[in-house]
């Protein structure tokens, strides 16, 4: 991959800085761990925002390199406010936010938008749900809501009104009728699994389910998995059910 200059700048400006304070750090005192939280907290800045100005760019190739940063500080548990937001950014590029060229849309990158919904799956807050959210109901390309879907399971957040479910009840049902993508599919179904336990009403995502397993347009695996979830409902509500007989004789 070709950096830009921009993407050279910003990486020299970033090693210069942490070469800067290792020269500086050649004795160790007392005040040793107080002195390492100052520079650990100026480089995190430092960082944010040489993400913030890559994510912003219109290249594309910035914006992966942007990504990888994003990806690699998640994993190791440093993500800030900025980096959320620079997530959020990314993962409305071209749909929330456009750049047009003679009315043609040239920030349109399906491939940025569903990285930066994967790695908001990594950060379990209320921020990354309403994000992923409102990408999923917005964004009409399949790999793009498919990756919404996986990160809102992987996160498990879902309100007493079961909002995140019945917002993948809804997309599940569009693309089932519209463009029935089995790839989808089959992570609406694994998102269903992770949510159930903390779903109210499993009435419509069990429909749902039902309309994944009745459509002839997916594969027969996911057509499958989704027999079998409907099955396991079906042995869960008949184990119920018996409990429940038992308890009243029992009385």
Same mark, same amino acid.
């Given at each position: 991959? /070709?950096?830009?200059?921009?993407?050279? #700048?910003?990486?020299?400006?970033?090693?210069?800085?942490? @070469?800067?304070?290792?020269?500086?750090?050649? @004795?160790?005192?007392?005040?040793? /761990?107080?002195? =390492?939280?100052?520079?650990?907290?100026?480089?995190?800045?430092?960082?944010? !925002?040489? !993400?913030?100005? &890559?994510? #912003?760019?219109?290249?594309?190739?910035?914006?992966?390199?942007?990504?990888?940063? *994003?990806?690699?500080?998640?994993?190791?548990?440093?993500?800030?406010?900025?980096?959320?937001? #620079?997530?959020?950014?990314?993962?409305?590029?071209?749909?929330?936010?456009?750049?047009?060229?003679?009315?043609?849309?040239?920030?349109?990158?399906?491939?940025? =938008?569903?990285?930066?919904?994967?790695?908001?799956?990594? !950060?379990?807050?209320?921020?990354?749900?309403?994000? *992923?959210?409102?990408?999923?109901?917005?964004?009409?390309?399949?790999?793009?809501?498919?990756?919404?879907? =996986?990160?809102?399971?992987?996160?498990?957040?879902?309100?007493?009104?079961?909002?995140? @479910?019945?917002?993948?009840?809804?997309?599940?049902?569009?693309?089932?009728?519209?463009?029935?993508?089995?790839?989808?599919?089959?992570? @609406?179904?694994?998102?269903?699994?992770? &949510? %159930?336990?903390?779903?109210?009403? /499993?009435?419509?995502? !069990?429909?749902?389910?039902?309309?994944? %397993?009745?459509?002839?347009?997916?594969? *027969?695996?996911?057509?499958? /998995?989704?027999?079998?979830?409907?099955?396991?409902?079906?042995?869960?509500?008949?184990?119920?059910?018996?409990?429940?007989?038992?308890?009243?004789?029992?009385?």
């Amino acid at each position: 991959m /070709k950096y830009s200059k921009l993407t050279a #700048a910003a990486l020299c400006v970033f090693f210069a800085t942490g @070469v800067a304070f290792a020269q500086t750090q050649t @004795v160790k005192s007392q005040n040793s /761990k107080s002195e =390492r939280t100052v520079e650990d907290e100026y480089l995190s800045n430092v960082e944010d !925002i040489i !993400i913030t100005e &890559l994510a #912003a760019s219109e290249d594309y190739d910035n914006k992966l390199v942007a990504l990888q940063y *994003l990806e690699n500080a998640v994993s190791e548990g440093r993500s800030s406010p900025d980096m959320v937001a #620079a997530l959020d950014s990314l993962a409305g590029e071209g749909v929330k936010t456009q750049s047009r060229t003679n009315g043609r849309v040239m920030n349109n990158f399906p491939d940025v =938008r569903a990285k930066a919904c994967d790695i908001l799956g990594a !950060i379990p807050t209320e921020e990354s749900k309403k994000t *992923l959210l409102s990408i999923m109901s917005e964004d009409q390309e399949p790999m793009v809501v498919a990756s919404a879907v =996986r990160s809102l399971g992987n996160i498990g957040l879902n309100s007493e009104k079961d909002e995140v @479910v019945a917002t993948i009840n809804f997309i599940s049902h569009k693309f089932n009728a519209m463009n029935p993508t089995s790839s989808l599919a089959l992570e @609406v179904l694994c998102a269903y699994e992770k &949510l %159930a336990p903390n779903v109210t009403d /499993k009435g419509e995502m !069990i429909k749902s389910i039902a309309e994944i %397993a009745s459509n002839g347009s997916y594969v *027969l695996p996911v057509r499958q /998995k989704a027999l079998g979830m409907l099955r396991s409902f079906q042995s869960v509500a008949s184990g119920n059910g018996k409990n429940n007989r038992a308890d009243a004789v029992e009385k």
